[in-house]
DNA sequence: TTGTAAGCGTTATCAA
DNA sequence: TTGATAACGCTTACAA
C-alpha cells in the first residue's frame, strides 16, 4: 500500500490539507469537531506525518551529530565514549534531542558531513582538515569542537592536557623511574611525536616538560613512545610489545585508562604483577578504573561534564546564540594503587 | 550570507540544475568540461547538496535507528549498551549507515518514532505500547525487535532468557544457599514479577524451574526481588537495600553485571567479603566482568554478536529482503569467583 | 473558519 | 548532451 499522506486525510476528512497540517501541529486554531473529525481520518489511515517533508520546511531535525574519526563499532569499545555519550545525552533529554553518530562514510569525513540530517556538530577528537572543516562551514550548521586544537572563530571544549601529561609523567618520574614506556592511542603518525596534533600533542608537551626537569627527554634511548588502539585490546597488545623490546621499562604513562586496563590485563596474565614489577598510571579515570584492583592511579579529567558543556554549547549555537568561547576544563591527578 | 543552493551553481556555471545534479551524481553523463566547470562553480561558492531535500526525493537517509526506552544518559550507564552498539556499528561500517539513537521524545516513545529521519528501527528491550506499534507500522520503514517478546509478523532477535535464568539460579542453588535476593533492573511494574514481560519475564521462568525443583518459589519468604537502575549507582543502591533488609541473602542474583559490580563495590566499601560473605552471579559477561577482582560469576550472553545479527536482519529488510524470523542467540554460564 | 498556493532543494523524467 | 519541469510531503502566508 503506497505511503498515506495529508492529501488524503484532508480528503478522506472532507478539508483542506492546511486544516490537516493545522490539527496536527496547532489545533487550537480549529473548531473542536473538525480537528476530531480530521484525526479520526488520521487514525483510521494510518497516517503519520513524513518527518523529512516537515523539516524541509522547518529546517528543524531535532537531532544533534557527534562526529567522530573512527568506524563506530571501534570508537564504542572505550568507555570514555560512554560517558562522553552520556554527557551529551543529559542535554538532548532536557531539550528533545536525539543523537546521531556520524563516523567516516566510506572513509570520507566530508561526505559524512555533507549527509548528516542534523541541526548541529559535535567533533570529537577530530583533527579536522581543511577540506573537511570547509564542508563544516558551508553545511552551515553550528559545530563545536571536543578535544581538537581550537580554530579561530569555532566554540570549542578541551581539558587541560599538558597539565595532565605534565601529572602523569612529573608523579612517575617522582616516583624514581627511569626508563619508562608511554602509550598513546593510534594517530595516523606512528609515533611520530613531533608531528602530534591536538590533545596528543599538548600530552606530549606536558611529558616533555616533566621529563626536562629530570634531565631526559621523549628522545632519550630510555623513554619509548608507542601507539595502539584505545581499546582493551590495543592496551594488551602494547604491554606484549613494551615486555618484549629490549627496554624493559619500570613505568607506564598510559594515555587512557581503557589501555591501562588491557595493559593490566595483559601483566596479570604474563603473571607480572603490577606495581611491583611495573608501575603504571592511565589517564581519563573511567568509572572501571576505581573498581578494578588494585585500583587505576590515573588523570582525572571530567568526561561526562565535557560532553554535557560541549552539547550545551551546540545548543545554544542551534537556537541562534552563538557563543564562540573556548572552553578548558581541569584535570587532577588521582593516586591509587598502581605506581610504587 | 543565504544557503548556495543548486540553483545559484547553475546560474554560476550558466546550465540547468540537471546539470549540476548530474555533476555530483553521474558525471560519466557529463563531458568533462562542463563537469570541471560545475564543480569549480560549487567549491568556490561553497556549494554542499542538502542532505534533506535529497532524502526527500530518494526516500533513503542512510542512517538506522536505535530506539531505546530510556534517555540516552540513562542507558548509556550500562556498558552493555556499548557492546551492542559495537555489534550494530560494524554493519554500519560495512553499509555505510550512520547511527541514529532514538530516546523517548518529550516522554513518548510515539512521537520518538515518527519524528526519526532513519531507514529503519533497531528496538532495544522496549515493551511496545500498541500505539507505538501502530505508528512504527504506519511509519512504513522496517524494524527488527531486540529482546522484547516477539510479535507476530516482525523479525526479532533475543537470547535464550529462561535458559540464563535457570542457570544462574541453579548454579546458586546447586552451591547451596537457601537466601536469596534477586536484583532485576528497573521495569515499571515495582517487583511485580508475575506482570513482567519480554526479557525478564522468561528469566523470571527461568528462575521458577530452577526454585521449584529445590521445593522453593519466587513466592517464597526467603527469596526476594528487588528492582533497581542497571547502572553501576543502581547496583550499589540496590545493596544498600537487601544488606539491612531483615532477610540477609547469602547469595545475589543479578540479572545484569552492572547491576553486579555496583553490588560488589558497594560490599567492599562495606567490608562484606564477596564471595565469602555473599555470593553473586551476574548477566551479560561484559567484559569488565573478568577484568574486576574477584572475577564475576556470570551468564553470558553475546551481546556484540546480537548487536550485529539485528542490524543485518534490519539492513536486509531496507534493501528489500523481508526475513521475519526470529533468531535466538545461546547463554552460557561462565564459572568465576563470586560464588562460594 | 477554511482553502489556495507558493515554496523548501533536490532528483528524475521526458523532450528538445 | 542538455534543459524544463514535475514530483517528493509538508508548512504557512495569504486570500476567500
Known sequence: MAKVTIKDIAKKAGVSKTSVSFAFNEPSQLPEATVQRILEAAEELGYVPDPIARILKTGKTGTIGILVPQPIHEITRNPFFSEFIEGVGEVCTMDGFSMMIVPPLKGS???????????????????????????LDNRDVPFVMVDSDPEDGVAAVNIDDEKGGFLAMDYILQAGHKKIAIIAMRSGKEGKYKDYLGTLRKRVKGYQTALEAFDLSMDHEKIRLIECASTLQGGRHAFDEIWKSDLRPTAVVAMSDIIALGIMRAARDQAVK????????????????????PPLTTISQPIRKKGKVAAELLVEHIKGNADISHKILPVKLVERGTVR
Open 109 to 135: 569525513m566530508e561526505r559524512a558531513i555533507a549527509n548528516a540530517t542534523v541541526d548541529g556538530f559535535l567533533t570529537l577528537g577530530l583533527e579536522l582538515k581543511k577540506s573537511a572543516m570547509v564542508v
Open 274 to 293: 603490577i606495581p611491583d614489577a611495573l608501575s603504571l598510571i592511565g589517564f581519563d579515570d573511567i568509572p572501571f578504573a576505581s573498581l578494578i584492583s
